[in-house]
């Protein structure tokens, strides 16, 4: 059974990354600019890419990402290692390894991680085996999951969090957790703090 879940999930992995989506549209190109600047300039300020998207704010003589951090934040081991591996050069626009590294830690690799959610509820649910493979290699990579996971965005990684601060308040009541994830939710798509209240009353 282990070893299903495990081909299920890699097969996944193959279909969720057969595009990943490296064009320079604002939403995306903002958070790449983030990743950018914290690895090559050690700093939050995207001046020197400023003219690459609509996507920023003019702060005190400096442009920022206008976009919420967290997805840039944990892109930024995975940049600074390829960047690393590259030689460390200094990007003379933004990289297309960005915005693709992007896409696999915030887009990518939460919707394997929702699969495995997904998998755990349907054998719970006593769903057959032939039923949970076909609704994960079939359904999963045609919805929105499937749709947002090659490109640099919040959207899968707020989403996943959200389900987990979820989970904190319906499997075990823990308004830590449910705060923790809800949190880090927000800081991922800034909307989703409006959640906060909702979950917390459910501890």
């Known amino acids: ?55 920023k704010a003019f702060v005190r003589g400096h442009y920022y990402s206008d976009k919420a951090p967290l997805a840039s934040w944990i892109t930024a081991p995975l940049y600074a290692t390829v960047h690393a591996l590259q030689g460390n050069p200094r990007s003379p626009y933004p990289s297309y390894w960005a915005l693709g590294s992007g896409a696999v830690a915030s887009g990518i690799l939460p919707a394997l991680f929702f699969a495995a959610i997904l998998w755990g509820a349907l054998r719970v649910g006593r769903a057959s085996l032939p039923l949970s493979v076909l609704y994960l290699v079939c359904a999963l ?51 989703l703090l409006l959640f906060a209240p909702f979950l917390l009353l459910g501890c």
Do not use: Q
């Open 1 to 55: 059974m282990r070893s299903i879940r495990w081909g299920v999930l890699g097969f996944l992995a193959l279909l969720l990354s057969w595009h990943v989506d490296t064009w320079h549209t604002p939403n995306p190109t903002s958070r790449a600019l983030l990743t950018i600047a914290l690895v090559e300039d050690r700093a939050y300020s995207i001046d020197r890419f400023r003219d690459w998207t609509e996507d």
């Open 141 to 191: 990579p045609c919805s929105l999951l499937g749709i947002y996971s090659g490109t640099f965005f919040g959207h899968v990684l707020s989403g996943l969090l959200l389900v987990l601060a979820w989970r904190a308040v319906v499997d075990a009541p823990s308004a830590v957790h449910a705060g923790l994830h809800t949190g880090l939710a927000a800081l991922a798509e800034f909307p």
